[in-house]
C-alpha cells in the first residue's frame, strides 16, 4: 500500500506506476534526501515534537541506509514513485512504527525542493571547479603567445592583427562572466525551504533556522507557497549552463576553423581528434564539433523548464517532477563537456608561423595606414578615402600594401613618406596598441596577471 494511499480504495494500475514514478532519475539524490531527513529528525527531537529517543534511532537508522545504498545493497522500488517515499519506505521497514514519524511537519513538497538545492549547491561548486581548471590552462596558455601575431575578424574577414593571447583572452573574460554568474545562482539557491509543508507551513512548532544551520544554507525561505513552488534557481543554473555552453561552442566553432586545412593555425593533439572510415587522410574535429552540437541540448533543457513553470499556479503541481530530468541532463552535459574542452586546449599545437603569414595578408594593417595619414594631419574620413584607393589598387594588381613602392604611394596622395612602411607592419600594427584591452604585450602581459590573481581569488 502506498505510504499515501489512505483515502484510496484500489491500487494504482501498473502503467500509472510507471508513469508517475521518478525514481528513475532522481535517485540520484539520495545522499541529500537522507541528510536532511536526518536534520529534519534532529530538530522534531530537539523541539520535543518526537520522542528525543525515537529522533535518534531514525538518524541512526538513515545513517546505515545510506552506506546500504552507497555499498550498492540496496534496490530502489519504483512502485514507491521518488526518492523521497523510497528511504522512507526502507526506514519503516527496518523501525516499524518509529519510521512513520520521520515525516512528521514536512511534506515531500517541501522535501523534495530542499532536496534539489541541496544538490544544485553541491553541483554548482563541482561546476565552478571544471571552470577554473579550464579557466588556468586558457590563461596559461595565453602567457605562451603574447607575441604570436594572427589576424582578428570580423565578419570572418581578415581585420587587424592581433595577438593569440589577445583572442585567448576574450575568452577569458566570458568564462570569468561564467563562474560569476555560478556563483550568484548559488547565492539564490542558498535558500532552506523545508518548513513550508504542502504549501501553508505547520502547527508543529518547527525550528526552521536550526535545520538550516545544520544544512549549511545560509537563510531560510520567508513564504510557503514559494518555498515549495519556486523553481527559479533551476532555471537560472540551466539558463547559466546554457550561456557557458553557448561560449564553449563558439570557442569550438574557431577551433573547428583553425583547425581545417584551409586555416592551419593550429593540430588538435590525437587524443581529441577522429579518423574517417573511408578517407585515410582526414583528421576529425569530433570533440569540438560534440561539444558545439551539445550546446543545442542544453538550449532544450532551458526552453523546457521555462515551458514548464510559466503556466502554473500557486502552489506545488506535479509538473514540477519535469525540472528534474532538464536540471540533471544539464548539469551531466556541462560536466562532460568543460573537461574534455580543456584537456583539448591544453594539448592544441600552435602553427605561429601560418597565423603570422594569414595576419599579413589580407589588409589587416589598412586601418593602420589610415591613423598614420591622421597623424600627418589629414581628417580620417579623408585617410580612410586614400587606404581604400591604395587597397583597389594592390587587389588589382596582386600586391599588399607592405610591398608598393613610395612611388606607388604618392600617386594616391603625396602626404607619404618612408615612415609609412614601419607604421604599417603587423608587429608595429599590434604593439601600438597598448590601451587597456589592447593587443599589445604589455597590455595583453597586464590581463594575464589580473587573470592569475582571479583565479588565486577563487575557492
Same mark, same amino acid.
Given at each position: 500500500?502506498?505510504?499515501?494511499?489512505?483515502?484510496?480504495?484500489?491500487?494504482?494500475?501498473?502503467?500509472?506506476?510507471?508513469?508517475?514514478?521518478?525514481?528513475?532519475?532522481?535517485?540520484?539524490?539520495?545522499?541529500?534526501?537522507?541528510?536532511?531527513?536526518?536534520?529534519?529528525?534532529?530538530?522534531?527531537?530537539?523541539?520535543?515534537?518526537?520522542?528525543?529517543?525515537?529522533?535518534?534511532?531514525?538518524?541512526?537508522?538513515?545513517?546505515?541506509?545510506?552506506?546500504?545504498?552507497?555499498?550498492?545493497?540496496?534496490?530502489?522500488?519504483?512502485?514507491?514513485?521518488?526518492?523521497?517515499?523510497?528511504?522512507?519506505?526502507?526506514?519503516?521497514?527496518?523501525?516499524?512504527?518509529?519510521?512513520?514519524?520521520?515525516?512528521?511537519?514536512?511534506?515531500?513538497?517541501?522535501?523534495?525542493?530542499?532536496?534539489?538545492?541541496?544538490?544544485?549547491?553541491?553541483?554548482?561548486?563541482?561546476?565552478?571547479?571544471?571552470?577554473?581548471?579550464? #579557466?588556468?590552462?586558457?590563461?596559461?596558455?595565453?602567457?605562451?603567445?603574447?607575441?604570436?601575431?594572427?589576424?582578428?575578424?570580423?565578419?570572418?574577414?581578415?581585420?587587424?592583427?592581433?595577438?593569440?593571447?589577445?583572442?585567448?583572452?576574450?575568452?577569458?573574460?566570458?568564462?570569468?562572466?561564467?563562474?560569476?554568474?555560478?556563483?550568484?545562482?548559488?547565492?539564490?539557491?542558498?535558500?532552506?525551504?523545508?518548513?513550508?509543508?504542502?504549501?501553508?507551513?505547520?502547527?508543529?512548532?518547527?525550528?526552521?533556522?536550526?535545520?538550516?544551520?545544520?544544512?549549511?544554507?545560509?537563510?531560510?525561505?520567508?513564504?510557503?507557497?514559494?518555498?515549495?513552488?519556486?523553481?527559479?534557481?533551476?532555471?537560472?543554473?540551466?539558463?547559466?549552463?546554457?550561456?557557458?555552453?553557448?561560449?564553449?561552442?563558439?570557442?569550438?566553432?574557431?577551433?573547428?576553423?583553425?583547425?581545417?586545412?584551409?586555416?592551419?593555425?593550429?593540430?588538435?593533439?590525437?587524443?581529441?581528434?577522429?579518423?574517417?572510415?573511408?578517407?585515410?587522410?582526414?583528421?576529425?574535429?569530433?570533440?569540438?564539433?560534440?561539444?558545439?552540437?551539445?550546446?543545442?541540448?542544453?538550449?532544450?533543457?532551458?526552453?523546457?523548464?521555462?515551458?514548464?513553470?510559466?503556466?502554473?499556479?500557486?502552489?506545488?503541481?506535479?509538473?514540477?517532477?519535469?525540472?528534474?530530468?532538464?536540471?540533471?541532463?544539464?548539469?551531466?552535459?556541462?560536466?562532460?563537456?568543460?573537461?574534455?574542452?580543456?584537456?583539448?586546449?591544453?594539448?592544441?599545437?600552435?602553427?605561429?608561423?601560418?597565423?603570422?603569414?594569414?595576419?599579413?595578408?589580407?589588409?589587416?594593417?589598412?586601418?593602420?595606414?589610415? %591613423?598614420?595619414?591622421?597623424?600627418?594631419?589629414?581628417?580620417?574620413?579623408?585617410?580612410?578615402?586614400?587606404?581604400?584607393?591604395?587597397?583597389?589598387?594592390?587587389?588589382?594588381?596582386?600586391?599588399?600594401? %607592405? %610591398?608598393?613602392?613610395?612611388?606607388?604611394?604618392?600617386?594616391?596622395?603625396?602626404?607619404?613618406?618612408?615612415?609609412?612602411?614601419?607604421?604599417?607592419?603587423?608587429?608595429?600594427?599590434?604593439?601600438?596598441?597598448?590601451?587597456?584591452?589592447?593587443?599589445?604585450?604589455?597590455?595583453?602581459?597586464?590581463?594575464?596577471?589580473?587573470?592569475?590573481?582571479?583565479?588565486?581569488? #577563487?575557492?
Amino acid at each position: 500500500m502506498k505510504l499515501w494511499g489512505g483515502r484510496f480504495t484500489k491500487s494504482t494500475d501498473s502503467f500509472t506506476d510507471h508513469f508517475h514514478s521518478s525514481i528513475s532519475f532522481d535517485s540520484r539524490m539520495y545522499h541529500e534526501d537522507i541528510t536532511g531527513s536526518m536534520a529534519h529528525a534532529a530538530m522534531l527531537g530537539r523541539q520535543g515534537i518526537i520522542p528525543r529517543q525515537d529522533a535518534d534511532l531514525i538518524i541512526k537508522t538513515l545513517q546505515e541506509i545510506l552506506r546500504d545504498i552507497e555499498k550498492g545493497e540496496i534496490t530502489f522500488d519504483e512502485k514507491a514513485e521518488d526518492i523521497h517515499m523510497n528511504v522512507e519506505s526502507i526506514l519503516i521497514g527496518r523501525i516499524g512504527d518509529v519510521g512513520k514519524r520521520l515525516h512528521t511537519g514536512r511534506s515531500r513538497n517541501d522535501q523534495v525542493a530542499l532536496d534539489t538545492r541541496m544538490y544544485t549547491k553541491k553541483e554548482i561548486k563541482e561546476i565552478q571547479g571544471l571552470v577554473k581548471e579550464m #579557466l588556468t590552462v586558457i590563461n596559461t596558455l595565453a602567457e605562451k603567445h603574447t607575441e604570436t601575431i594572427l589576424p582578428g575578424y570580423t565578419h570572418l574577414q581578415r581585420a587587424q592583427p592581433v595577438t593569440f593571447a589577445h583572442h585567448l583572452l576574450a575568452y577569458m573574460e566570458m568564462f570569468q562572466r561564467d563562474y560569476n554568474r555560478l556563483t550568484d545562482c548559488w547565492k539564490r539557491t542558498d535558500v532552506m525551504p523545508l518548513g513550508s509543508g504542502a504549501l501553508a507551513t505547520t502547527t508543529y512548532p518547527l525550528d526552521r533556522e536550526f535545520v538550516a544551520k545544520e544544512l549549511g544554507f545560509g537563510t531560510i525561505t520567508q513564504n510557503s507557497m514559494d518555498g515549495v513552488s519556486d523553481r527559479d534557481f533551476c532555471i537560472e543554473l540551466v539558463c547559466d549552463l546554457s550561456i557557458l555552453m553557448m561560449h564553449l561552442s563558439r570557442f569550438c566553432e574557431e577551433i573547428i576553423l583553425w583547425s581545417s586545412h584551409e586555416f592551419r593555425f593550429i593540430e588538435l593533439d590525437d587524443a581529441y581528434s577522429t579518423g574517417s572510415s573511408i578517407m585515410p587522410q582526414k583528421k576529425n574535429p569530433d570533440m569540438a564539433e560534440l561539444i558545439r552540437g551539445k550546446t543545442g541540448r542544453v538550449y532544450g533543457h532551458l526552453m523546457g523548464l521555462l515551458t514548464t513553470m510559466k503556466g502554473l499556479p500557486l502552489a506545488y503541481n506535479k509538473d514540477m517532477q519535469e525540472d528534474k530530468e532538464a536540471l540533471f541532463g544539464a548539469i551531466d552535459t556541462i560536466k562532460m563537456c568543460v573537461p574534455v574542452f580543456t584537456n583539448m586546449l591544453a594539448t592544441v599545437t600552435v602553427r605561429e608561423k601560418n597565423m603570422l603569414e594569414a595576419a599579413k595578408g589580407g589588409f589587416t594593417n589598412a586601418t593602420d595606414a589610415a %591613423d598614420w595619414l591622421v597623424k600627418q594631419g589629414l581628417p580620417f574620413r579623408d585617410a580612410h578615402e586614400i587606404i581604400g584607393k591604395l587597397v583597389l589598387y594592390c587587389i588589382q594588381n596582386n600586391t599588399n600594401l %607592405d %610591398d608598393l613602392s613610395l612611388e606607388e604611394y604618392k600617386a594616391i596622395s603625396p602626404v607619404f613618406n618612408e615612415s609609412v612602411y614601419g607604421a604599417i607592419s603587423v608587429k608595429q600594427c599590434v604593439e601600438a596598441r597598448k590601451i587597456i584591452g589592447g593587443p599589445a604585450k604589455e597590455a595583453t602581459q597586464k590581463a594575464i596577471e589580473a587573470n592569475k590573481a582571479f583565479i588565486a581569488s #577563487l575557492q
